[in-house]
């Protein structure tokens, strides 16, 4: 059975800093394409970074780049995106996302919030 599982949302001040991992299983981690998303209230669901199987290949989108980072452990099968510099813009709810072959998989999102 697949399983994405988000973990470290939270409440943080404008500024901070939150880390967000996913914890993949059921399929092979290594193999596959991982992204994170997020989904503002009222706003369509978008990318926000992109990691491919071994690493070498990152993507972000322009609002996020220079301030989060995505990375993996394929050993863990586990994939972060660390966010630095928060505003309030990126309060959201998160989704990891993994391609494997022809399968598209989603978690179910841990929420993020950037408040004062």
């Known amino acids: 059975q697949v399983q994405l599982v988000e973990s470290g949302g939270g409440l943080v001040q404008p500024g901070g800093s939150l880390r967000l991992s996913c914890a993949a299983s059921?399929?092979?981690?290594?193999?596959?394409?991982m992204s994170w998303y997020r989904q503002a209230p009222g706003k369509e669901r978008e990318l926000v970074a992109t990691?491919?199987?071994?690493?070498?290949?990152?993507n972000y989108a322009d609002s996020v780049k220079g301030r989060f980072t995505i990375s993996r452990d394929n050993g863990k099968n586990t994939v972060y995106l660390q966010m630095n510099s928060l505003k309030v813009e990126d309060t959201a709810v998160y989704y990891c996302k993994a391609v494997f072959l022809t399968r598209v998989y989603w978690g179910q999102g841990t929420q993020v919030t950037v408040s004062s």
């Open positions: 059921g399929f092979s981690f290594s193999l596959a394409f």
């Open positions: 990691i491919s199987p071994g690493g070498g290949s990152i």
